[in-house]
């Protein structure tokens, strides 16, 4: 066996030199280190001589196959200038952050665990998705999931366009989380290639003012012996999602309590708005008309009467406008037709209680001029005549 030539040291105007020979350097290049005292360069001598020595001694028992495996190896590796020791290290260092990963199962678990403060609603949004997506991805560990294989796992269950990129926002929260606790690197959702949907004139449903006649015309007591029959309490929680606005979510939750006709306001405290923001909705004339024309007496406790569900669905299958509300679309209506009357966005956003007034850009800037408008602001109860000029919030105090 060959001598094992020993590594020494010297003194340089720079300092104690050691050469590393590639073989034993953490970069696999010779480099040239300098140390502040003899003594560190010996000690380093003495520990890279150690290491040398080890190598050399495990050199003598490498089998022929293993040899020939790394002769393999090297050949792969030389189009990269990498070594093999760097090349294990790396793979040693992929291997472990794998591990530390969790299959998406786990990782969404952890999610929902981590976000128990949130709304029931996306709460069990969070729930359903995890039942809808296949088998196959939720087994997944985390640090192997790309754009492509969340593409294919939405493309598998969703419906249409909106449920995929629902479907695509939870998942990318899923991943940020783990992002965030530094379990994979980065979020495969934002690498993913998303087509620019198609526009339509549909996409967002409002009612016509006939549509909303039609609605609160079918808020009415029905036969006994019919399921849900008392619907004309159904006609405030309307009233309020088609004139001010309020979320479908949020007028379950909506007291009388929280609403003062004296002051034209509507509290939304934190407790009741989707987002957790609080907000004051004004009253405009013609909410305060629907709000007159409920008993005083019954202007106590929630909103919503007992199997509002139920009765909402009722009323609106009765109307001809069945389904509709699953779009949030007496929302929308308040917000196209206030915007068509007013044109002032940063009051309409603090009615609706957004961050910003893009969002209105996608859901209420419709082509509706004033004119088509004004007939909307005009629905009243029965027996109250509509002035000949309204406007909405036109005596807010």
Not at 42 to 67: F, V
Not at 206 to 214: F, G, N
Not at 218 to 233: F, M, N, V
Not at 259 to 284: D, P
Request: glycine share 6%; hydrophobic share 40%.
């Amino acid at each position: 066996m060959a001598r094992i030539a020993e590594l020494n040291y010297r003194k340089t105007p720079k300092g104690w030199l050691v050469n590393v020979p590639g073989s034993l350097s953490d970069t696999g290049r010779f480099r040239r280190r300098y140390f502040s005292t003899r003594d560190k360069a010996k000690a380093e001598t003495q520990r890279l001589n150690e290491i040398q020595k080890g190598q050399r001694g495990l050199a003598a028992d490498i089998s022929t196959a293993t040899a020939e495996d790394a002769i393999k190896a090297r050949e792969s590796l030389a189009d990269y200038n990498v070594t093999l020791a760097q090349a294990a290290a790396f793979y040693v260092a992929h291997h472990d952050k794998r591990a530390k990963a969790p299959t998406m199962r786990e990782a969404w678990k952890r999610a929902v665990d981590h976000r128990k403060n949130h709304r029931p609603a996306t709460l069990d949004s969070y729930k359903k998705l995890e039942k809808k997506l296949p088998e196959w991805f939720m087994d997944m560990n985390c640090h192997d999931i790309g754009p492509d294989h969340i593409k294919k796992a939405l493309d598998e269950y969703t419906p249409g366009a909106t449920a995929w990129k629902n479907g695509r926002a939870y998942i990318s929260s899923v991943m940020g989380d783990l992002v965030k606790l530094e379990l994979i690197a980065e979020n495969p959702t934002k690498k993913m290639m998303i087509a620019r949907a198609e526009e339509t004139d549909d996409e967002v449903v409002i009612y016509t003012p006939d549509e909303l006649k039609k609605l609160f015309a079918a808020c009415i007591d029905y036969p006994l012996g019919e399921a849900d029959r008392l619907c004309s309490e159904c006609v405030p929680p309307f009233a309020f999602m088609a004139f001010a606005g309020i979320r479908p979510v949020e007028i379950t939750k909506l007291k009388w309590e929280n609403v003062s006709l004296e002051l034209r306001n509507i509290r939304i405290g934190s407790t009741i708005a989707k987002k957790l923001y609080r907000r004051n909705v004004r009253i405009n004339d013609t909410l305060a008309a629907w709000i007159g024309s409920i008993p005083e007496e019954k202007r106590k406790g929630q909103i919503i009467p007992t199997r509002w569900r139920q009765k909402a669905a009722k009323v609106r299958m009765n109307a001809g406008i069945d389904g509709r509300e699953m779009q949030d679309a007496l929302r929308h209506s308040f917000g196209t037709y206030t915007l068509a009357v007013e044109n002032d966005l940063d009051m309409l956003k603090s009615d609706m209680g957004h961050g910003t007034t893009a969002v209105y850009f996608d859901h209420y800037h419709k082509a509706v001029t004033k004119a088509d408008a004004l007939p909307y602001w005009k629905v009243m109860p029965e027996g109250v005549e509509a002035p000949a000029t309204i406007q909405p919030v036109a005596n807010v105090a």
